[in-house]
C-alpha cells in the first residue's frame, strides 16, 4: 500500500511538472517569422556624362535612394530616383513629415499617399519659385513605398516611370507617357558621390508637357517579380514589355540594372539613363 501511495505522489509531481504551477498546460511555439518581412533585394545603376556623349555639368546627375524604416509591426521600404532638380528633397520632406513620426501601421497605410503627393506638390512649387522656372519645365522622378510587402504605393513626375512585372507581364502603374519599435535607416544611397548621368534639368531645362505627377496605390501579390524605376533616358527607347523580357531572366537586380542601361546605351539614347531594379525574392 506504502509502495503504491508513493507511486501516486510522484505521479503527481510528475503532472505538476508537465502542467506547470497553477495546473495549466505550457505552450511552446516556435518562433513565427512575421508574414510582412517580405525579402527583397535591389541594385541601381546611373550612367556617367561621358558615356551619353553629353557635355552637360558634371553636377547635374541623378539621384538614387534605398531606405528601410521599421516599428513593431511595421517594415516600411522606401525607394526613388530624382533627377538633378529634385535631389533628394523629396527625400528629406518623408523623412520629417512621415518617418519621423513614429505612425501606427493603421496611419501609415492611410496617409502614406497623401504624404507622398505632398512632399511632390510642395517641391515641385517650391523648385519652381527658386529657379524662377515655368511651370512647362520638366522635372522628372519615380519612387515607392512598400508597406510590409502588402501594398504598393507609386509616385511618377514627368517622364520617369514605374513598371511592374506581374507573371511575366508589364504593368505600368502610373500617368501616360509616350513612347520615343524604434524607426531606422538602413541604407541610403546617392549616386551624386559614385556615378554621374546627364541631366535634362539644368538651368536651361528642356520645356515639354510639364512635370506631371501621378500617385495611386496597389496591391503587391505572389504574382508580382519586380518592379523598374527608371528615367526618361530608359523609356524613350524601350517599351515597357521589352525592359521586363530583357532582364526577366536575370535575378541579380544589380546585374538587371546595368543590364538595362546598357541597352539604353546600345539604342542611342540622349536623354539621362538610370534606373532602380526591386525583385521579390
Known amino acids: 500500500m506504502g509502495f503504491y501511495l508513493n507511486l501516486k505522489r510522484k505521479a503527481f509531481r510528475l503532472k505538476r511538472f508537465l502542467l506547470g504551477h497553477g495546473g495549466r498546460k505550457r505552450k511552446h511555439k516556435l518562433a513565427k517569422k512575421p508574414s510582412w518581412m517580405m525579402p527583397i533585394s ?16 558634371d553636377s547635374d546627375f541623378d539621384s538614387v535612394v534605398a531606405q528601410r524604416e521599421q516599428t513593431d509591426h511595421t517594415e516600411l521600404w522606401y525607394f526613388g530616383i530624382f533627377d538633378a532638380l529634385i535631389g533628394d528633397k523629396v527625400t528629406k ?28 506638390l510642395g517641391v515641385r512649387v517650391k523648385i519652381r ?34 513598371v511592374v512585372c506581374r507573371d511575366g507581364i508589364a504593368h505600368q502603374t502610373t500617368g501616360k507617357y509616350q513612347q520615343s519599435a524604434k524607426i531606422h535607416w538602413s541604407r541610403r544611397l546617392f549616386a551624386g558621390h559614385m556615378l554621374a548621368c546627364q541631366s535634362g534639368n539644368a538651368a536651361g531645362a528642356k520645356h515639354s508637357k510639364g512635370s506631371e505627377l501621378v500617385v495611386r496605390s496597389e496591391r503587391i501579390d505572389s504574382d508580382t517579380e519586380f518592379l523598374i524605376l527608371a528615367s526618361n533616358g530608359i523609356w524613350e527607347v524601350l517599351k515597357n514589355q521589352e525592359a521586363v523580357n530583357l532582364i526577366s531572366h536575370i535575378e541579380d537586380p544589380q546585374e538587371a540594372a546595368e543590364c538595362l542601361a546598357k541597352e539604353a546605351l546600345v539604342r542611342m539614347s540622349k536623354s539621362n539613363i538610370s534606373c532602380l531594379i526591386i525583385r521579390f525574392d
Do not use: P, W
Not at 46 to 51: A, P, R, S
Not at 107 to 116: G, V
Open 42 to 57: 535591389y541594385g541601381y545603376h546611373v550612367v556617367e556624362h561621358n558615356m551619353t556623349g553629353d557635355d552637360s555639368d
Open 129 to 162: 519659385e527658386e529657379h524662377k522656372l515655368e511651370e512647362t519645365c520638366r522635372m522628372g522622378s519615380a519612387s515607392v513605398m512598400m508597406i510590409n510587402g502588402e501594398k504598393l504605393v507609386v509616385a511618377n513626375m514627368g517622364d520617369y516611370r514605374t
Open 93 to 120: 520632406y518623408m523623412q520629417s513629415n512621415f518617418f519621423d513620426k513614429k505612425l501606427q501601421e493603421s496611419h501609415i497605410r492611410r496617409k502614406s499617399k497623401e504624404a507622398l503627393k505632398k512632399a511632390y
